[in-house]
Structures are given as C-alpha cells and as structure tokens.
C-alpha cells in the first residue's frame, strides 16, 4: 500500500487480506519538503515549459515533478529529505 498527497511526503506499508477480510491500516503522512529553482540556457536565459524531475538517489525517497514557468522557475514540495538527482 502507498498513500500520497499534494505537498506531502509518502507513506507505505505491507499489508494482506484474507478471506475474512482486512484490518484497519494506518498510513502517516509527513508534511514534505519543498525544492525550487531555475532552469537556464547557455546565456543565462530561463527556459519555460520544460518538465523537472526529482528522483532519489537511494531509491527510498520518492520523486517530484514541476513544470518550469515561463521565466524558467520550478517549485515541487512533498519530497522526502535525501539525496535527488
């Protein structure tokens, strides 16, 4: 199970259900932390409409996604602290 939210971190857990049916599960989520910036050409220029995406490294944080603005700036929260690339 994976639960997630605009402007939240993730939350999974392991779950099963048998023929009698399921328990409650509880999924936690975090407030995420936020990553922002500017995406430029080689003359310094903000370039708009391009996808951003943050990955985690190790593979355990989750990722984010933004779409520049016209001036080149980005803005993605609910991420996980960590390394991204």
Known sequence: MRASADDYGSATADAS???GG??????SLGR??????????ARG???GGLQ????SSGGQGG???AMTRQ???FSMA???AGGYG
């Open 17 to 19: 259900v048998g023929t």
């Open 22 to 27: 399921g328990s409650d599960l509880t999924l």
């Open 32 to 41: 995420g932390l936020a990553l922002s910036g500017t995406v430029v050409d």
């Open 45 to 47: 220029h903000g370039i």
């Open 52 to 55: 951003v995406i943050a990955e």
């Open 63 to 65: 990722s984010g996604y």
């Open 71 to 73: 001036d080149g700036t």
């Open 78 to 80: 609910g991420l996980t």
